[in-house]
Structure formats: C-alpha cells, structure tokens
C-alpha cells in the first residue's frame, strides 16, 4: 500500500518514470525480491484443529525489464516456496500512443484492490483476506480475495497528472476459464472478462479508487463480477486506507470454502480499514481490521460463512532494501453457524533489490 | 514578384504586386531609384535625350552603352552595400554554426574528464579496471553526477526531473522499504567498491527528501 497498484502498475507501463531497477544497459534493467519468513499458526474449525509452522522462502521474484523507446516490455518470474514451483507471474509488452496514452499486452497484473499483491507493497506479513493456512491444508481456508491478481488480456491506460484509468479485456478473472476467450472452446468452459478501473488523486495525499471487472461464462453458468473502491490518504507520518469489494460468481469464487461450478453461486462483501504510523525514519506500525463475507447457495441449501480478523504489525527497515516484519493476526469467524478461529504469529524478512 | 516601370516625370517608379518585400531584384530598384534623377539630368544634359518618357527606347546604342555604364557607376556602391549585409548574414551563420560547434565540444570534453575521474577512482583493482572499462564504453550511462558542481541544485524539495537533469538517471533505483522514503537513488560506479564514489538521493512524494553527497574530498587525486 505504500504505492497504490493502480498507479504503480499503469506508470510502469507507459511512462519513464523511476521504478525500482537496476540498470543493465540502455535497454535492460532487472529488479526483484527475497522473501522469507517464519510463521505460526493455530487454527479451530470447529471440531478440527490444525497449526502451520512454517520456515521457508516464501518468494522469490526477478523482474526484466526492457525500455526498446515507445516500446517497453516486462517479464517477471517467481519462485513459490508455498508451491515449489517457479511461474512466469507476469509478462507484457506496452506501446506508448501518446498523451500518457498506452497500450499493454500480455499478462499482466490487476488495477483493482487496495493492498499490495507483492510483500514489498504490504506493510504486513499477511493479507486482509488471507485467514490462514495449516501444513496440511485441511484445516485453514488460505485466501479468500475475490479479486482480479494476474490475468491475460489488452488493456488501454490513460495517465493524466496523478490519475490513473484504464480499461482491459481479458481472458478471465475468477479462474473458470479454460484457456480461451469466449466461443464453444471444444466445449470447455470458455470465459472472457473486462475490467475498468479510474484512480483520482485528490491532492494532500489523498487517493480515491473506483474499479470493477466482470467475467461471461460462456458454457456454463460462471458469469461473475467484482467491484472495489477505496481510499487512501497518507500525511508525513500516517497512512490511512478503506477499501470495499463487492462481488458474485456464478459458479462460486475460488477459496478455500469450496466450489462446484453450476451449482454454487456465492456472493462475497469483504472490506478493510487499515492506518499505519511511522514513529521513526525506520520503524512503523500498521494496525488493520477486515472482514469476509460469503454466502452461497449450493443446491436448495444456503451457506453462510463471514471472519473478521484483526491485525498488527510493525515494519522495522534496516536499511532502504532490508526490512523486518512482524505480525500478529486474529481471525475469528464461522461457518455455517460453526466457529472458525485462526492465530498467526510471523517474523518475516524482506530484501529487495 | 513583379515590377512595373513607367518613366513618368522622368521618374522611375516601381509598384510591388506582392507584401512584403524581400531582398534581390527589388532592392537593386530600390538602391538605384535614388540615384536615377542625378544620373538622367547628366546625360540629358550631356547627349541631348529628349525622349524623357521613356529614356530606354533612345535609338542610339551607344547612348544606352552609356547610360548603363553610368548607371552601374552610381549603382555600385549600393551593390556593394548589399553584398556587405548579405556578408553580414553569412557570419552570423557563420557564428550561430561556431556556437554550437562549441557547446559540442564542451559537452564532450566534460564527458572525457568525468571518465577520467571515474578512471583515477577506480585505479588498482583489476575488477575496477574491468568496471571502468565498461563505463567508459558506455556511452549511455551520464556521469555528470561525479562533478562536484552538479549536486548543488539537489536539495531537499527538488523534484525527480530537476534530479535527473542536474545528475542524470541512476545507475541503481530501489522503492525503499523504510517507511517515509517511496524511492532512493543510488549514484555508484560499483556497489562493491567501498572506496568509490557514492551518493544517494531518497525521494517522497517526487520530492528529494534526503540527500547523502558523494566524498569528493578524498581519493581523488587524478581530478
């Protein structure tokens, strides 16, 4: 939250302005992270008990990327220690037009939310909508975000002074989709999906954001929207932020609560409301509260599931590319009248470069 | 442009079909006219030319030989002053094109005394010999940041344009983790070399918050 998506994501993309690089030649320039961490978890579901103890590079990121003039490109790989596995997380080629016109194609990330999708952009360990995973798996619900991440498509990025828009057609945004964009796909499940998105700039530190996406499910009922806004505004010492997501899929959004598509159709509200507070040149503390809720209908029953989780942190930055995170969260909720309560402890350190 | 004679009054006026002016055919007539009624009373005075509505059409040739004789006579010193204002123009082309002949060289002189800079900081080491090679192979990369004189316009509050072009753009960016700095800047000719010259800038909001100059008072002694 540091720099907001939005405007990070479409100024990479169409302007010269400073990222974080390191320059290679005239051409090409390199960036990344390392992230490790670890954490603690004590989970109840109900009757079900679980705990995570984890010790492990969490990330491990290097993005490329290339400046050839009017044409800028940017491919960035990742290790997930989570996963084991090694993915291309992004990659996209932007044309500039002009009048802070661009255009961008590949994969690329989401304008929409207001947290950081990379661990150098949180002032956290965790994620507001991430209620905590056991070593099993069997226990914990791990994220419920509904919002778009990383996904194929076009996309057109106006940036005017501080502001940002942009509108983009792509091939998915829940994970329904089979590859395709739209059309039978061999019968597969078929989606395409737009988002648009405008971040004004208020001035004074003040950021309002207003976005949405929505998905047609081509073969099978898997049409699906979401809408976020929020708003940020951050002083010499303090950065506030509020943010509200609405959102429904058809075939249910996926987390750890579970879908079967066609027979779900699940709406989701999630909010957050965070302040952090610098007390020193090197150290702050973020103090979030957010909350989840989900209701479904899977068949003629309905299920209800909502969790509210409190969050503390305190980021110590050793120096301008190596900072310490500790975090202590709460997650309490139910499912389906069934109480849901998770306990993260973590210690993770961050190097960036 | 076309002109129009008529000897009327003994007078030879022009008209100009087209504004404004410019300098050729229209500035000999304009040069000649004052000098034409001195010129044409001499020669009728002279040879006896009576026919003052159009003096031209005399049908003696060795009157009209005459005439433009006597015409060119009085005429050259203001072709002379012509080709003097035309030789004017051409220096100060002349001296526009010397000017900018100037500016290149002194760019290029400074670029040759910042690689020596570089060179004389970075003697010793094979790795920095190796380091130096490249950069100064590297004609993309702006060192006018090793020049003392370039850091006094970074100050606290200066935005990122006025940076880049007082120092140019850094070899090393990074978003900083630190909590109050989005973006720092690093000037370095090697991040291993702890005895090079270094100096960083750390930006909020675009603005320069944060200034750590490099030490030009040591170790430079080939400056």
Known sequence: ?353 | MLLKFSSASNLIYFKFYFEPPSFGWEAFFILFYPVYDPVYFLLASIWNITDSDCMFRSTSLTRKYLLCATAVLFCAPALHAANIEEMAAQIAAMEKRLARLESRLAINEQKTKEVKVQASNASGSVANSTTMGILSNSAWRNLRWTEEDQWQTVVNGASIEQVHEALGKPPRTIKSLRPQVDLVYFYEISIGDKHGLRGKVSFRKGKVIAVTKPDFSKNHSGR
Do not use: C
């Open chain 1, 1 to 353: 939250m540091k720099k907001t998506i939005a405007i990070t994501t479409a100024l990479a993309a169409t302007s010269s302005l400073a990222t974080a690089e390191i320059k290679i030649n005239e051409f090409l320039s390199f960036a990344g992270f390392v992230d490790s961490s670890y954490s603690h978890t004590n989970i109840e579901n109900g009757a079900a008990k679980g705990t995570g103890n984890s010790f492990q590079v969490d990330e491990v990121e290097i993005d490329w990327m290339f400046n050839l003039g009017k044409v800028t490109a940017q491919v960035d790989l990742q290790y997930e220690g989570g996963s084991g596995s090694g993915t291309v997380e992004q990659a996209f080629a932007s044309y500039d037009l002009g009048n802070g016109l661009s255009v961008t194609a590949g994969r690329f990330e989401s304008a929409l939310g207001l947290e950081a999708k990379e661990p150098t952009g949180l002032y956290q360990f965790s994620k507001a909508y991430d209620v905590g995973s056991d070593d099993n798996d069997d226990s914990g619900l791990g994220s419920l975000n509904i919002l778009p991440q990383y996904n194929q498509g076009v996309k057109l990025t106006k940036v005017s002074g501080d502001n940002v828009y942009s509108i983009s057609v792509l091939d998915e945004f829940t994970g329904d989709d089979s590859n395709g964009l739209g059309g039978d796909n061999g019968g597969a499940n078929s989606n395409y999906a737009f988002e648009a998105s405008a971040s004004i700039a208020f001035g004074d530190g003040m950021t309002w954001f207003l976005g949405g996406a929505y998905e047609i499910g081509e073969n099978v009922n898997t049409d699906a929207y979401a809408a976020n806004t929020h708003l940020t505004v951050q002083s010499d010492a303090l950065t506030y932020g509020i943010e509200v997501s609405l959102g429904e899929d058809e075939g249910g959004f996926a987390s750890g609560l579970g879908r079967t598509a066609g027979t779900v159709n699940e709406e989701v509200m999630q909010a957050l409301i965070m302040a952090n507070y610098a007390y020193s040149g090197s150290s702050s503390v973020t103090g979030r509260i957010s909350y989840s809720d989900h209701q479904a209908t899977v068949g003629a029953a309905n299920s209800e599931a909502d969790f509210l989780k409190y969050t503390l942190a305190h980021n110590q930055a050793v120096t301008d590319n190596l900072a310490v995170i500790t975090e202590v969260s709460f997650v309490d909720g139910t499912i389906n009248s069934v109480n849901y309560e998770a306990i993260v402890g973590a210690v993770e350190v961050l190097f960036s470069f």
